[in-house]
């Protein structure tokens, strides 16, 4: 697996760890910025038998092979179901089960407490090259708290030779007595100009608006440039752009199907630009909206800015299990059309 080219710089960094390598590494930073791809990297980088001048991992050798078909005996990944039916659709896994029936329930988006006991046989036997164990979990903000608690207690006795590398994109959202017990590295998000010329070698057309609209996250602009549908946004953003309480109504309707979390970060990135425009007269997220945040930044007191503000970062706390998504949007946009009042 290849880092990407944002990432060199920390993957410099990461080398000078391996000499007196932690039993705990957490990865922290935006969503969006490839944290995963890059635990990933290294993970296979530890168990490859021929690692090559700056760490990185041969690509060749029998651990290496292993590891590319998802089936290295030393290594284990720990993720929400959600993440592995994405993955499996994706054609990311080995094909196993593809043919399987749809399951009645929807996969979990939590890292389950059964998922962190099935780790112990694993850390007990003996590793397959006398090397290292490595389990890589992510997002680390998706252990529910029996999981949190169980990874704890592995945590404080790490088994010997065995590596945990998590990724978090935020840390807030963690245990502090799990925080304590590794050792965290940043991945901060890439300069703008790096991230829009990879883009923009991936073909992504219009990759500068997708990139802005994703808060300068490439790998999330990369991702929603391929459906090509601002549509949810869009409706979003219009009524952003000229609140009132009948629209709030409608357009909740309309939204109902949209992720919650992607409308919360949306909204967020809205006052962002409007306090930014009010502060300052100029945003960042949404240049082709800078007239209609403009004619808002002149009537909107800075108080109700900053409630609204406040408000969405309490929401976007809870947007993963709301009781009714459509009351939830509902409430959301109710709350914003009257910060603007």
Same mark, same amino acid.
């Given at each position: 697996?290849? $880092? #990407?080219?944002?990432?060199?710089?920390?993957?410099?960094?990461?080398?000078?760890?391996?000499?007196?390598?932690?039993?705990? $590494?957490?990865?922290?930073?935006?969503?969006?910025?490839?944290?995963?791809?890059?635990?990933?990297?290294?993970?296979?980088?530890?168990?490859?038998?021929?690692?090559?001048?700056?760490?990185?991992?041969?690509?060749?050798?029998?651990?290496?092979?292993?590891?590319?078909?998802?089936? %290295?005996?030393? #290594?284990?990944?720990?993720?929400?179901?959600?993440?592995?039916?994405?993955?499996? /659709?994706?054609?990311?896994?080995?094909?196993?089960?593809?043919?399987?029936?749809?399951?009645?329930?929807?996969?979990?988006?939590? $890292?389950?407490?059964?998922?962190?006991?099935?780790?112990?046989? @694993?850390?007990?036997?003996?590793?397959? !090259?006398?090397?290292?164990?490595?389990? =890589?979990?992510?997002?680390?903000?998706?252990?529910?708290?029996?999981?949190?608690?169980?990874?704890?207690?592995?945590?404080?006795?790490?088994?010997?030779?065995?590596?945990?590398?998590?990724?978090?994109?935020?840390?807030?959202?963690?245990?502090?007595?799990?925080?304590? !017990?590794?050792?965290? @590295?940043?991945?901060?998000?890439?300069?703008? /100009?790096?991230?829009? +010329?990879?883009?923009?070698?991936?073909?992504? %057309?219009? /990759?500068?608006?997708?990139?802005?609209?994703?808060?300068?996250?490439?790998?999330?602009?990369?991702?929603?440039? =391929?459906?090509?549908?601002?549509?949810?946004?869009? $409706?979003?953003?219009? @009524?952003?752009?000229?609140?009132?309480?009948?629209?709030?109504?409608?357009? /909740?309707?309309?939204?109902?199907?949209?992720?919650?979390?992607?409308?919360?970060?949306?909204?967020?990135?809205?006052? #962002?630009?409007?306090? =930014?425009?009010?502060?300052?007269?100029?945003?960042?997220?949404?240049? !082709?909206?800078?007239?209609?945040?403009?004619?808002?930044? +002149?009537?909107? %007191?800075?108080?109700?800015?900053?409630?609204?503000?406040?408000? +969405?970062?309490?929401?976007?706390?809870?947007?993963? %299990?709301?009781?009714?998504?459509?009351?939830?949007?509902?409430?959301?946009?109710?709350? #914003? +059309?009257?910060?603007?009042?």
């Amino acid at each position: 697996m290849k $880092i #990407y080219p944002w990432q060199e710089a920390a993957w410099t960094q990461l080398q000078a760890m391996r000499a007196r390598l932690p039993h705990a $590494i957490l990865f922290h930073g935006p969503a969006g910025i490839g944290k995963a791809d890059f635990i990933e990297a290294f993970a296979q980088s530890l168990l490859c038998e021929n690692v090559q001048g700056g760490g990185q991992a041969c690509g060749a050798c029998a651990s290496c092979g292993w590891f590319v078909q998802h089936n %290295h005996p030393d #290594y284990r990944r720990v993720r929400p179901e959600a993440m592995e039916d994405e993955a499996g /659709a994706e054609g990311e896994e080995s094909g196993e089960g593809d043919r399987k029936a749809k399951p009645a329930k929807a996969p979990s988006k939590d $890292i389950k407490i059964e998922q962190i006991r099935n780790l112990a046989d @694993f850390m007990n036997m003996s590793t397959h !090259r006398r090397g290292l164990r490595v389990v =890589a979990l992510y997002p680390a903000e998706a252990l529910n708290m029996p999981a949190s608690n169980a990874l704890l207690k592995t945590l404080e006795e790490p088994p010997p030779g065995t590596v945990f590398l998590l990724a978090s994109n935020g840390l807030d959202r963690l245990l502090p007595t799990i925080l304590s !017990r590794c050792r965290k @590295f940043a991945l901060p998000m890439p300069e703008h /100009a790096a991230a829009l +010329a990879w883009l923009e070698a991936q073909g992504v %057309h219009e /990759a500068d608006a997708w990139l802005r609209e994703e808060g300068g996250a490439p790998l999330a602009a990369l991702a929603r440039s =391929a459906g090509g549908n601002r549509e949810a946004l869009d $409706i979003l953003l219009g @009524f952003l752009a000229r609140p009132d309480v009948e629209g709030a109504l409608r357009q /909740a309707d309309k939204l109902s199907k949209t992720p919650l979390a992607t409308l919360v970060s949306w909204q967020q990135r809205w006052l #962002y630009d409007l306090l =930014a425009c009010k502060l300052a007269g100029t945003g960042r997220y949404y240049p !082709r909206h800078e007239k209609e945040l403009a004619a808002l930044a +002149a009537n909107v %007191h800075t108080a109700n800015l900053l409630r609204a503000i406040k408000s +969405a970062n309490e929401r976007r706390a809870v947007a993963d %299990h709301p009781l009714s998504p459509k009351l939830f949007i509902e409430d959301m946009l109710l709350d #914003y +059309a009257a910060c603007c009042a």
